[in-house]
């Protein structure tokens, strides 16, 4: 059973810091992306990471403020979030894709996590 399971969301403050986990299992994926979806928003793309190359994509919005990492040993992939804003607040869900393309493109990913609440206060 292909499973994506997301842990470490919860509250912040403005300019605090978060760290989410993705950990993966049931099979091997080519890349590993992060999006997330704030209420009556559309789910948009955050940062994404091939799992072999390590060759990461960064959302304009959060440039210079996350990081996407992998573990591939133990078939993790964490965002650290820095620097968070208001804006930030979302459900942030991992999503795998199987094949190359492009990293933004949400279509690109068959599987997806439950989704993590963060919530940034000001």
């Known amino acids: 059973q292909v499973q994506l399971v997301e842990s470490g969301g919860g509250l912040a403050q403005a300019g605090g810091s978060l760290r989410l986990s993705c950990a993966a299992s049931?099979?091997?994926?080519?890349?590993i992306g992060w999006f997330r979806q704030a209420p009556g928003k559309e789910r948009e793309f955050v940062a994404a990471?091939?799992?072999?190359?390590?060759?990461?994509d960064y959302a304009d919005s959060v440039k210079g403020r996350f990081t996407i990492s992998r573990d591939n040993a133990e078939k993790t992939v964490s965002l650290q979030m820095n620097s968070l804003r208001p804006e930030d607040t979302a459900v942030y869900y991992c999503?795998?894709?199987?094949?190359?393309?492009?990293?933004?493109?949400?279509?690109?990913?068959?599987?997806w996590g439950q989704g993590t609440q963060v919530t940034v206060s000001s």
């Open positions: 999503a795998g894709a199987t094949s190359d393309g492009w990293l933004m493109r949400r279509s690109l990913y068959a599987y």
């Open positions: 049931g099979r091997t994926f080519y890349a």
């Open positions: 990471i091939r799992c072999s190359a390590g060759s990461t």
